[in-house]
């Protein structure tokens, strides 16, 4: 029996309801399987105990989840009790800085049985890597002066190191894929930054003579994935430019609650954290509107992380199975509540089709 141990955060808002129902679909394809266990903690770590605590987390908190196999988190941010920027980077950045999660892969792809908002989807299937550590969420500026002639500073602060390694990653995985990689720049405007961006590209290719590549700037790039997403394979961007194509991506599917992503440690220090694109939605919160399908195509990445791929694919042909069936949520155009989808994620899980 294989066992690991997984930290889990649900956080805020529809968090703390899709991170539940994830976890018992794990449990039941734990039952179902018989052949991995999964020990879970859960954190309450949250704006909640941010206005108790004064912090979003304990202050040994890296500490307390530095032992675990991974991390499983659902949405951090209630803008009504803690202004955003401390609660991402109390709980979630800081998580993703302090465990050199370097990178965040989110994959997006056409789903039979959903209406993407396109008119000719085309089956595209992608993948973003996105830098995890630093580029344009940087913590280097200030504020100065105040009224009419207050200024803010933010610097962009691009490593070699950083930016070779987001690289790496995404060639490797297009060597595992169809061997495309495109990357996301605009060397045309930002003149320090993303002519550096270019250079590492350009030199980490050379190692890559199998893959195809280009590079797009990120406004046409962004037009590129509506207009046609299935000419994309692996997509490499810097944070902010990974952070907004990945929102498109998961609108592109249907919706931005079916979107999983992985922040992965990539020098295997420290334990990985597995968390949906989407936010803590506090304008569906507590209706049983949220879908908890991002939540759960989540946890098949981290299953697939783990080494778990037979329960992997077994997750993902009932995610498939449940969305072809057309058991959705209100954000798909379905009438399912997040019950309605985790029971009929469960059925499938028990039933004959998992023999
Ligand atoms: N990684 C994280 O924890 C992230 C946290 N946030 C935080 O979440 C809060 C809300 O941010 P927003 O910009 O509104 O983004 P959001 O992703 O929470 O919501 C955007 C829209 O998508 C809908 N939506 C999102 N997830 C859904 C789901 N699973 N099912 C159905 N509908 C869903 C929401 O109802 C909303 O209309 C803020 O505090 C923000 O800072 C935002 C993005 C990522
Ligand atoms: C914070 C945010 O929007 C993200 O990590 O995707
Ligand atoms: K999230
Ligand atoms: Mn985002």
Redesign the pocket.
Known sequence: MNTYTIASIA?????KE?VPAAWRVLKTLERVQGDFELHVTEFPWSCDYYIEHGRMMPEDGLEQLEAFDAVF???????DLVP?HI??WGL?INIRRGFDQQINVRPSRQFEGLSSPLANPNQFNLMVVRENSEGEYSEVGGRMYSGEDEIAIQNNVFSKKAVKAVMEYAFQLGKDRSGHVTSATKSNGIVFSMPFWDEVFNEVKENYPGIDTRSEHIDALAAAFVTKPETMDVVVGSNLFGDILT?IGAALMG????AP?ANININGKYPSMF??????????EGQG???????LWTAQMMLEHLGESTAAQTLMNAIEYVIKQGTV???LGGDASTENVVKAVEEYLTSENTK
């Open positions: 956080g805020d808002g529809i968090g899709v988190l659902g949405a951090v941010g209630h803008p955003d609660s991402l979630l929102d919706s931005i609650g079916i992503a968390e949906p694109v989407h936010g803590s939605a506090p304008d569906i509107l949220a879908n908890p399908i991002g939540q949520t209100k954000d």
